[in-house]
């Protein structure tokens, strides 16, 4: 035997090996798709948000077609328009149950809607439903409180008996209009506006007791007005903390800035997500709201990891926009991303040393959380982020990829 054949011989040994060894570590990343045809529309995947909705932006984009809507108020017309051209489009409206916006459009659709179409109405905005702080020390609450750097919104008092009047006026209308197919309410939160850290160490006029039993109150009532056919959505920021009282009067709620720097991570959003199955009302819906930190730059990574998020689990949203400082923007974050559909899933998600997976009739999704992944398929599949084909990918650290089947 020369030389050379000991060499191939010997190589040929290692290169088993090292196959071998590559091929066990991409096994739980692998997956066999049935070959299908593409999923229709009626049957797409993603399931897209817009949370805090531009009408008139969105009524413009006819391209933009969301399976959630959530904005302040529609008329027959503007629900008419959006579901013409996405029929599965649920639409919520409402405003809040703890705060207003010092702002003259804002306020007036408050009243007019809680006046039945009467902003002259009986209900009206004073002074003694806001919390006020002691902000100079005089002894008097004579300066109204809001969350540092949002000097527009103020706090007001959840136990005060003629703010929850207007309130629960303007949710009993708001869910009666039949283009409604439930409703909002936004900055269900768990800390006063007033306290700690919100009013800089002033002392709050209301403890978090105090709060949170109030917003459970009034959250409960909210509830009692709204059909039992239609769905009660809460903006929770960054999660409800365990056994909170809020979901037992929610379909679901909105994990605003998730992945951002105030936001739910991903293990954090997911496990929310799941929780939402046990505390909530049927169908347990949760939003993973993914944004710029009002910077309008697109993290891209991000958009990946919470588009593949939020196909993990069934009822669960995606949504994208600027920021917390401009929500409902359609113009410049409908992204030609969202253009595709996996169709069912084909089972529950699977986890395993940070690798997420989920299959589907036409397609897959996988995210990383502890280690860079490496995933061979038995078939053809296009990346919908980037357009690359073949059947061996790549997937970074705190990364994902949704790919879509395109041959045998």
Not at 111 to 126: D, F, M, R, Y
Not at 273 to 285: D, G, I, N, S, W
Request: glycine share 8%; hydrophobic share 40%; aromatic share 10%.
């Amino acid at each position: 035997m020369t030389h050379l054949q000991q060499f191939d011989k010997k190589n040929f040994r290692i290169f088993v090996v090292v196959l071998s060894i590559l091929l066990l570590a991409c096994l739980f990343c692998s997956n066999s798709i049935p070959t299908t045809s593409p999923a229709t529309n009626t049957e797409r995947s993603p399931r897209l948000a817009l949370w805090l909705a531009k009408k008139a932006e969105l009524l413009s984009r006819e391209e933009a077609a969301y399976d959630l809507v959530m904005t302040g108020w529609l008329t027959a017309d503007e629900a008419n328009s959006i579901t013409s051209r996405s029929p599965q489009t649920k639409l919520l409206a409402g405003l809040t149950h703890t705060w207003i916006l010092e702002d003259p459009d804002w306020l007036d659709l408050l009243i007019t809607v809680a006046n039945n179409g009467n902003p002259g109405g009986s209900l009206q905005i004073t002074e003694s439903m806001r919390l006020k702080l002691d902000q100079n020390g005089d002894g008097l609450l004579d300066e109204n409180c809001s969350p540092p750097g949002w000097d527009r919104i103020s706090a007001m008092d959840p136990r005060d008996p003629a703010w929850r009047e207007v309130v629960l006026a303007f949710y009993q209308n708001t869910a009666a209009q039949p283009q409604h197919d439930g409703v909002i309410v936004d900055m269900v939160d768990a800390y006063p506006f007033c306290d700690g850290g919100w009013s800089e160490d002033v002392p709050s006029p209301i403890s978090q007791a105090e709060w949170v039993a109030a917003q459970d109150e009034l959250l409960g009532l909210i509830r009692a007005l709204v059909p039992d056919d239609k769905w009660v959505i809460a903006n929770a920021g960054a999660d409800f903390p365990a056994g909170s009282p809020f979901p037992q009067h929610l379909n679901g709620y909105v994990l605003e800035n998730f992945l951002g720097s105030w936001g739910a991570g991903l293990e954090e959003g997911l496990a929310s997500a799941q929780r939402a199955l046990v505390t909530t009302h049927e169908p347990h819906l949760v939003v993973f709201a993914v944004d710029t930190e009002n910077t309008g730059i697109i993290d891209w990574r991000k958009i990946r990891i919470g588009l593949a998020a939020s196909l993990l689990l069934d009822n669960t949203f995606f949504a994208f926009d600027s920021g917390p400082a401009d929500h409902g923007g359609v113009t410049d974050w409908w992204l030609p991303v969202y253009d595709f559909s996996l169709g069912q899933a084909l089972g529950p998600f699977e986890e395993q040393n940070g690798c997420y997976r989920r299959t589907f009739e036409y397609g897959l999704v996988l995210l990383t959380s502890d280690t860079d992944q490496t995933l061979q398929l038995g078939y053809e599949a296009v990346n919908i982020f980037n357009g690359e084909s073949g059947t061996l990918f790549d997937i970074p650290l705190n990364d994902a990829v949704i790919l879509i089947q395109t041959g045998e």
